[in-house]
Every structure is written in C-alpha cells, then in structure tokens.
C-alpha cells in the first residue's frame, strides 16, 4: 500500500471498528486547500460518508463498513481536526463562508447549551417562578381581601359619593 502524499494530521490514530466486529486503526490526513474546499462542499450538503472517505484516505465502500457509533466517532474526530483550518480558508471566500456559516452557529449553539446545562440554568430558572395559574389566582384572592387602593379613593366618582366627614 502506497503512503498518501498527505501528512498525517497531530500523528494521532483513530481506532474504528466494523460491522463483521473487526477493528482497524487509520490515520486523518492533513487536507490540501483544494481538499478543504470539498470538505466544506461536504460539510455543507450534510455528506458525512463523503467527508470521513475524505480525512481518511479510504473508499466510501470502507466507511459503509464501519458501525454506526464508530463513524460517528470518526466524523466527529474529522470535523474536530479540519474544521479550524477549512474556516480559515472560508474567510477569504464568501461563497465558501456561506457553506460553512451553518455549521459554525450550530457548533456555537452546541457551546452555549453545554454552558447553560453546566450552569443549571436550564430546567431550574423556570421552576423558580409560579405558574401562571397560580399567580392570577393569589392575585384574584388578595384583591377581594385587600382595602382599595389609594387610587382608587382619589378618584372623582370615589369622592363624589363618599360622605363628607367634618
């Protein structure tokens, strides 16, 4: 087997495993510019498949073998090592910043979400307020309690027909 003309991306080894349970050990490559334009056109019409035979060096026919948790892993190993770098190539080209502007606010949503679920300010910020039910109905009871308000006093039809008191 001949080495790509690629360098490998950090050295770092992904282990992947197939459907017949084999498990195979491959290495992401270091995308060329024109590489990195196709791994945006990929990223961009959502072709996982595509861009994992891209970072790999391997056929699509090969990524069809691997389970499904092991491309997940793959893809998200992929889209971790090259995305940086296909960003920085997307600043110069609009129609490429386009593509990739998607991904980049789903990844930055992502971000935030774990930043509120690490807070607790999901779920617990809304249960600290009561239900609307219960406010109007504390509010419906208070009014038919409570004395009038000074407002309510000082208007003309209130004075009108209070008693005049010497």
């Not at 699509?60 to 491309?71: K, M």
């Not at 770098?85 to 490429?96: H, I, T």
């Not at 690490?118 to 109905?137: E, Y």
Request: net charge negative; with cysteine.
């Amino acid at each position: 087997m001949s080495t790509p003309a690629h360098t490998l991306v950090n050295g770092t080894p992904i282990e992947v495993e197939h459907l017949d349970g084999r498990r195979e050990t491959v290495q992401l490559l270091r995308l060329s510019i024109r590489q990195l334009y196709l791994f945006c056109t990929h990223l961009a019409a959502v072709a996982g498949p595509d861009l994992a035979a891209l970072c790999t060096g391997r056929s699509l026919d090969w990524v069809d073998t691997l389970t499904p948790e092991s491309f997940g892993g793959l893809y998200k190993r992929c889209i971790e090592l090259n995305f940086p770098k296909a960003s920085a190539v997307a600043e110069g080209d609009p129609r490429l910043a386009a593509m990739v502007r998607p991904f980049e606010m789903a990844r930055e949503t992502q971000r935030l979400l774990g930043m509120v679920a690490m807070l607790g300010l999901g779920s617990n910020a809304s249960s600290s307020t009561p239900p609307p039910s219960a406010s109007a109905a504390a509010t419906t009871s208070d009014a038919s309690t409570s004395p009038p308000s000074a407002s309510a006093a000082s208007s003309p039809s209130a004075t009108a027909s209070a008693p005049a008191t010497s």
